[in-house]
């Protein structure tokens, strides 16, 4: 019996050794990860803890010296370019290597090899609107218009590649070890595709819902509803701007026929909620110093590991700091020791739509004008983890991929749009970047942009010298009005694009009587612009706080500035909630809950700070209110997309009683009053609930803003219920899952003094104490000083590594 026990025994133990050793789906196999000397615990040491003296790296033509100061933030000094990219490379991928590759492979449509079949439709979407062609189009017209950048991009990636080829079991990061793969070598290409993969992030089109709003409404109320440029707007370029060019011809043609169908297919990923941004300049007549301040906070998902990496970037020709984007050249925001940019989203409609007829069912014709011309065919081979490869055929057409067919996203047989898409047209957004790191003066900056595709931003600029800029940067559509506003018929050559507009006549502005630049994301001129300009998501409530604020202010200080960054007055709320209040009539006098909630709305200053109730009640009462007015229009099937908030609001004020509040179905007639004081029962029932369960209906527990892991189902990983106030439309958006991703001001005097947080922490090992240790001063409000350093400088150093 003895024998049979141990036989057993022993045939457990074989089992469960077999278990922990072999992966099961996408779970890896639990030994190696359990493993103490190569699993997850020997990511629980801290950089401090593993820091070298000297490492050596291969094809260096000089020694380089990197000291980190005591947030972890680098500071690089090396003899020349090459050195410089090859050890930001080395650098950045000690610390971010996992964040780099993840984010290329998304970009690239390869999450599948990494998480198995439940990525292979996002992948599917993400090769057919041709992220990867895009980016091998860059990295053609890099290598042979600009070899020194694409010199520099291998030099970067050769930094990488050495930090890879050294890279233990025990150091791997443990996402890698959690998801039970290895990192692949790095290219000059993935930079390229990295930044193709912000401009996807970043750009939107409202095509397909526009389309089907022009179905549904009609043309005369879909302008009453959704109008080019309302009342009030406060644009980019100051009211009144002189041009001062002749613009280019543009020929709208005679008849316009648009395909008629309503659509029921799936709308491409469209930017995050909340995806949005501030800049701004204020010259030295304005500020307490005489001197120039610059700030930036772009605002984008809250993830960790956060998608910026500070820096600091030296050679004896120039000193930059600021904020990278692990896997790209140079420093993306930030400054030097003569100028300071940052970057806001321009939101230009620079993708269109086009139906495509084929000859037949070969797809390999399509019929343009009179003639049928040749398609081409891309053959996607999407690996699949724990399957065989999955192969998908894209079908190329003169305006890009068709995206949608039969065969992807869409209900019918003969639905097929192809997308036409600045991206897929060679650029090289990295010299930019690269030329604005050692630009000296506003000559040099203009020189830096002209290199600029996409996606459209607008770049706020200053100097030591005295100037302040703003410039709409990208490579613009030449359109008609109304161009790329539907789908269009692309068998009529007329809907094609008619150039680009001239690069000298993008929009900009330097040194304006006002005394300051900004953008939030807004229209980027006044009805004088003489080019055709669209998009749907323009914001109508940061711009004109923030305008409100400058223009009001003087003597500016660093700290004024950022406060400014910090501002949680709610506009929106400002210019809605009188009038709410003034509908509900009765309704306010329902219950003791409700004359609680009325009185906290009526003594609100309108501020959503973290502590306050009011916010809540608000953004609920407006919630349901929103939902109750368009409530017809969200009943179509096909997508559509809703008119925005500051509409809404205009038209509940000047026309409270207009038919468009009318309800199709029901007898009697409704008004805008009508959908308010159904809004507020609704609220009332909403808080009824909250309260029993939550408690607490302060705003930052009921928003609970979240830095979230880029895999969600990380949640350790991840850090919830941040308390901090703000909100989307306002100057400080932090909403649930999306926020200021860097905060920085920059005051550019004789020496430069300068400050930035972002809401996360140096490290990309969840494991360091600098993984998140920005967080909470963040979340404050508070900023790390971030003057340049002199490499003899001996306070604040953390450690410092030599490279040779």
Same mark, same amino acid.
């Given at each position: 019996?003895?024998?049979?026990? #141990?036989?057993?025994? *022993?045939?457990?133990? %074989?089992?469960?050794?077999? &278990?922990? $050793?072999?992966?099961?789906?996408?779970?890896?196999?639990?030994?190696?990860?359990?493993?103490?000397?190569?699993? #997850?615990?020997?990511?629980?040491?801290?950089?401090?803890?593993?820091?070298? +003296?000297?490492?050596?790296?291969?094809?260096?033509?000089?020694?380089? @010296?990197?000291?980190?100061?005591?947030?972890?933030?680098?500071?690089? *000094?090396?003899?020349?370019?090459? +050195?410089?990219?090859?050890?930001?490379?080395?650098?950045?991928? @000690?610390?971010?290597?996992?964040?780099?590759?993840?984010?290329?492979?998304?970009?690239?449509?390869?999450? $599948?090899? %990494?998480?198995?079949?439940?990525?292979?439709?996002?992948?599917?979407?993400?090769?057919?609107?041709?992220?990867?062609?895009?980016?091998?189009?860059?990295?053609?017209?890099?290598?042979?218009? +600009?070899?020194?950048? =694409?010199?520099?991009?291998?030099?970067?990636?050769?930094?990488?590649?050495?930090?890879?080829?050294?890279?233990?079991? &025990?150091?791997?990061?443990?996402?890698?070890?959690?998801?039970? =793969?290895?990192?692949?070598?790095?290219?000059? *290409?993935?930079?390229?595709?990295?930044?193709?993969?912000?401009?996807?992030?970043?750009?939107?089109?409202?095509?397909?819902? =526009?389309?089907?709003l022009r179905k549904i409404l009609g043309e005369v109320m879909l302008d009453k509803l959704y109008p080019e440029y309302p009342q009030g707007v406060d644009p980019v370029i100051e009211p009144g701007h002189d041009w001062g060019f002749t613009p280019a011809t543009v020929n709208r043609p005679d008849s316009i026929s648009y395909p008629d169908d309503l659509l029921v297919i799936e709308s491409l990923p469209q930017p995050a909620d909340g995806t949005g941004s501030n800049n701004w300049a204020v010259s030295g007549s304005k500020t307490k110093s005489g001197n120039p301040i610059l700030a930036n906070d772009p605002h984008l998902s809250l993830n960790l590991p956060s998608l910026w990496y500070s820096m600091q970037l030296t050679t004896p020709s120039h000193s930059v700091k600021g904020a990278t984007l692990p896997g790209a050249l140079g420093v993306i925001s930030g400054f030097n020791e003569n100028i300071a940019w940052g970057v806001t989203n321009a939101t230009r409609d620079t993708r269109d739509w086009y139906k495509i007829t084929y000859q037949d069912d070969s797809r390999k014709a399509y019929r343009y004008g009179d003639k049928w011309e040749q398609t081409s065919f891309r053959i996607e081979e999407i690996k699949v983890k724990g399957e065989p490869v999955y192969l998908d055929t894209v079908v190329y057409t003169n305006y890009g991929p068709v995206v949608y067919d039969r065969t992807f996203n869409a209900n019918r047989q003969d639905v097929n749009f192809a997308l036409k898409w600045n991206v897929h047209e060679g650029s090289n957004e990295q010299k930019t970047f690269l030329m604005l790191n050692t630009a000296k003066n506003h000559d040099d900056y203009n020189a830096a942009l002209n290199s600029y595709t996409a996606p459209a931003q607008n770049f706020v600029f200053a100097s030591k010298s005295g100037d302040i800029a703003m410039r709409i940067q990208g490579k613009f559509p030449l359109k008609w009005k109304g161009q790329g506003k539907f789908f269009m018929d692309g068998a009529d050559p007329r809907m094609e694009w008619q150039g680009y507009i001239p690069n000298e006549h993008n929009a900009s502005t330097l040194n304006p009587s006002r005394g300051f630049v900004s953008s939030a994301n807004q229209h980027p001129t006044d009805s004088t612009y003489p080019y055709y300009v669209f998009d749907n998501s323009y914001e109508f409530y940061r711009n004109r706080r923030l305008n409100s604020r400058l223009s009001e202010m003087n003597q500016i200080t660093v700290e004024d500035m950022q406060a400014l960054q910090f501002d949680d007055y709610y506009l929106h709320a400002a210019e809605a909630l009188p009038l709410m209040l003034e509908l509900v009539g009765a309704n306010a006098d329902s219950d003791e809950d409700a004359k609680k909630y009325i009185g906290l709305l009526k003594e609100w200053d309108f501020y959503a700070d973290p502590n306050q109730k009011a916010p809540t009640l608000f953004f609920i009462w407006w919630k349901n209110t929103y939902g109750q007015v368009w409530s017809d229009l969200s009943k179509n099937v096909a997508p559509i997309v809703l008119p925005n908030y500051y509409r809404t609001v205009q038209l509940m004020k000047d026309a409270p009683n207009d038919p468009v509040f009318d309800l199709r179905g029901t007898a009697e007639i409704e008004t805008a009053a009508t959908h308010v004081q159904q809004g507020f029962k609704e609220m009332l029932a909403d808080m009824k609930i909250w309260e029993a369960e939550q408690g607490d209906f302060s705003w930052a527990n009921y928003k609970q803003t979240k830095v979230q892991h880029l895999v969600p189902q990380f949640k350790s990983f991840s850090v919830e219920n941040v308390y901090t106030g703000g909100g989307s439309g306002i100057l400080n958006a932090t909403s649930n899952r999306a926020g200021a991703s860097w905060r920085m001001v920059v005051e550019l005097g004789e020496e430069v003094n300068a400050f930035g947080i972002y809401p996360g922490g140096q490290s990309g090992n969840p494991g360091s104490k600098y993984y998140s240790n920005f967080i909470n001063r963040w979340a404050n409000g508070e900023y790390l000083n971030f003057d340049l350093r002199k490499s003899d400088q001996t306070e604040g150093v953390l450690f410092q590594t030599i490279l040779n």
């Open positions: 019996m003895k024998y049979i026990g #141990f036989l057993v025994a *022993f045939a457990l133990t %074989i089992a469960l050794a077999v &278990a922990v $050793s072999t992966p099961f789906g996408t779970i890896p196999p639990l030994a190696p990860l359990l493993d103490p000397y190569h699993g #997850f615990w020997q990511n629980s040491l801290s950089e401090d803890e593993l820091a070298e +003296d000297e490492l050596n790296l291969s094809n260096l033509s000089s020694e380089v @010296k990197v000291i980190y100061d005591e947030n972890l933030i680098p500071h690089v *000094f090396a003899e020349n370019d090459a +050195d410089l990219y090859r050890a930001q490379g080395y650098i950045t991928a @000690k610390h971010r290597l996992w964040q780099m590759e993840f984010q290329t492979m998304a970009a690239g449509g390869r999450l $599948s090899e %990494i998480v198995g079949p439940m990525a292979l439709e996002l992948d599917r979407m993400t090769r057919r609107k041709g992220l990867a062609f895009g980016a091998e189009k860059g990295a053609e017209f890099i290598k042979q218009n +600009d070899p020194e950048s =694409y010199a520099l991009l291998e030099a970067y990636a050769d930094g990488v590649n050495q930090y890879i080829d050294q890279l233990s079991d &025990a150091r791997l990061p443990v996402e890698y070890k959690i998801l039970n =793969y290895r990192p692949e070598h790095w290219t000059a *290409f993935k930079s390229i595709l990295l930044l193709k993969y912000m401009t996807d992030m970043l750009v939107g089109d409202r095509d397909l819902e =526009y389309s089907n």
